[in-house]
């Protein structure tokens, strides 16, 4: 299936930096992207698992990534996608704002990257304080 291929190049990007090398050599970049546009979201899901190990390696593979156009989907998947895709893709934001340049930074804000990022942190910090807050309100030793 494509997703067990995309998950398989994925392993292969998070491998050492020749084989990083190997596979961003081959014309495999194009149709990664192309799969990360997929309207199926369990093939956009693991194309985004590929490209956020693209971008663990070199500034260069970061450069590409970010020049392809691939940065406005990542802003409409943060928004709205289930949680798998959007873990992907905050991988990928992360990995480029570490790896990257200033220029970098400066096209995922303007391409509209963090604010849903923000929104989706500041989501599951709440979620976390209201699951500890009701853990604390149960009895501790249950009925009397």
Do not use: Y
């Not at 940065?71 to 992360?94: I, P």
């Not at 990995?95 to 990257?113: D, P, Y």
């Not at 599951?124 to 009701?134: A, F, G, K, P, Q």
Request: net charge positive; charged share 20%.
């Amino acid at each position: 299936s494509k997703e067990a291929c995309l998950h398989f190049l994925g392993n292969l990007f998070a491998g050492s930096s020749t084989q990083k090398k190997a596979a961003m050599d081959t014309i495999v970049l194009p149709d990664v992207l192309r799969l990360a546009k997929a309207t199926n979201l369990k093939v956009a899901k693991e194309a985004f698992f590929v490209l956020a190990n693209m971008t663990s390696g070199s500034r260069q593979h970061t450069d590409t990534i970010v020049k392809s156009g691939v940065l406005r989907q990542m802003a409409v998947l943060l928004c709205g996608a289930k949680w798998g895709v959007q873990r992907n893709v905050c991988q990928l934001v992360c990995h480029i704002a570490v790896a990257g340049s200033v220029e970098h930074i400066r096209e995922l804000v303007s391409e509209g990257c963090f604010q849903p990022l923000v929104a989706l942190l500041v989501c599951e910090i709440s979620l976390c304080v209201c699951r500890l807050d009701h853990r604390r309100r149960k009895p501790v030793c249950g009925p009397a």
